[in-house]
Nanobody, 128 residues
Framework: QVQLVESGGGLVQAGGSLRLSCAASGRTSSTSAMAWFRQAPGKERELVTTINWSDGNTYYADSVKGRFTISRDNAKNTVYLQMNSLKPEDTAVYYC?????????????????????WGQGTQVTVSS
């Protein structure tokens, strides 16, 4: 079992920044990849970014590329999402997700079904 706890969401004006954190506990030694997804009202959950645990390689959705950065602190079992130049369309509940199992290089897991554990979500609201 893995427990994920997100924090750092809030209300920010367009153009501002926020940093989300996701603290993992439990079977973290089996982590293969972690990701951030988001879900806006009336929309499906979508991938924001992923990071591979084997090599730290990252993937970003086109909508956030150049503005968002995912990073990790292995010692703290924590993943971060630095969000800059925020736009109103970034408003959503942001979820942290963890995948356990084999560590791959060069492969990014991009669908929600690829992940085993989820956090409770944190609200990000960007005002115009």
């Amino acid at each position: 079992q893995v427990q994920l706890v997100e924090s750092g969401g809030g209300l920010v004006q367009a153009g501002g920044s926020l940093r989300l954190s996701c603290a993992a506990s439990g079977r973290t030694s089996s982590t293969s990849a972690m990701a951030w997804f988001r879900q806006a009202p009336g929309k499906e959950r979508e991938l924001v970014t992923t990071i591979n645990w084997s090599d730290g390689n990252t993937y970003y959705a086109d909508s956030v590329k150049g503005r968002f950065t995912i990073s990790r602190d292995n010692a703290k079992n924590t993943v971060y999402l630095q969000m800059n130049s925020l736009k109103p369309e970034d408003t959503a509940v942001y979820y942290c997700a963890s995948r356990l199992g084999i560590r791959y290089s060069g492969i990014h897991f991009r669908t929600s079904g690829d992940y085993n554990y989820w956090g409770q979500g944190t609200q990000v609201t960007v005002s115009s």
